[in-house]
């Protein structure tokens, strides 16, 4: 997996957004998002995308969930990924969208309640 927001995100930054990464002519995108030790926080995971090389980016609202579904439906979109504990969610850009987006970044906002415990970790797996 290639790192683009590979960093612990120390307890006073409540949102950190990655630089943007260059993915014209990618074939998949795959994110892993992470929670390590973490106790009273929460963070959600975001994805902005760009189609004029950087200039503008717009909210990015069809993530394929991992959610789990029975055989019959379809998959399941989503605008966001939340974490509120330990362990590890992945999801995936729309593949069909992926031939106009020339960049994207992700940002992570973070939830606090009471004392914080734990970082979180986003890596991406970019195929071309």
Same mark, same amino acid.
């Given at each position: 997996? +290639?790192?683009?927001?590979?960093?612990?995100?120390?307890?006073?930054?409540? =949102?950190? $957004?990655?630089?943007?990464?260059?993915?014209?002519?990618?074939?998949?995108?795959?994110?892993?998002?992470? #929670?390590? $030790?973490?106790?009273? %926080?929460?963070?959600?995971?975001?994805?902005?995308?760009?189609?004029?090389? #950087?200039? +503008?980016?717009?909210?990015?609202?069809?993530?394929? *969930?991992? =959610?789990?579904?029975?055989?019959?439906?379809?998959?399941? %979109?989503?605008? *966001?990924?939340? %974490?509120? =504990?330990?362990?590890?969610?992945?999801?995936?850009?729309? !593949?069909?969208?992926?031939?106009?987006?020339?960049?994207?970044?992700?940002?992570?906002?973070?939830?606090?309640?009471?004392? !914080?415990?734990?970082?979180?970790?986003?890596?991406? *797996?970019?195929?071309?």
């Amino acid at each position: 997996m +290639t790192p683009i927001m590979n960093n612990a995100i120390a307890v006073a930054d409540l =949102a950190d $957004t990655s630089v943007a990464t260059l993915v014209a002519g990618a074939k998949s995108i795959a994110f892993q998002f992470t #929670g390590a $030790t973490i106790t009273t %926080r929460s963070a959600i995971l975001t994805v902005t995308v760009s189609l004029d090389n #950087g200039t +503008t980016y717009q909210a990015y609202s069809m993530l394929i *969930s991992n =959610a789990a579904n029975s055989n019959a439906q379809d998959l399941i %979109r989503v605008a *966001s990924i939340t %974490r509120a =504990a330990t362990g590890t969610d992945i999801c995936w850009m729309t !593949p069909e969208t992926l031939g106009t987006i020339t960049h994207i970044k992700t940002t992570l906002t973070i939830t606090d309640t009471g004392i !914080p415990v734990g970082t979180f970790t986003v890596k991406a *797996s970019i195929a071309y």
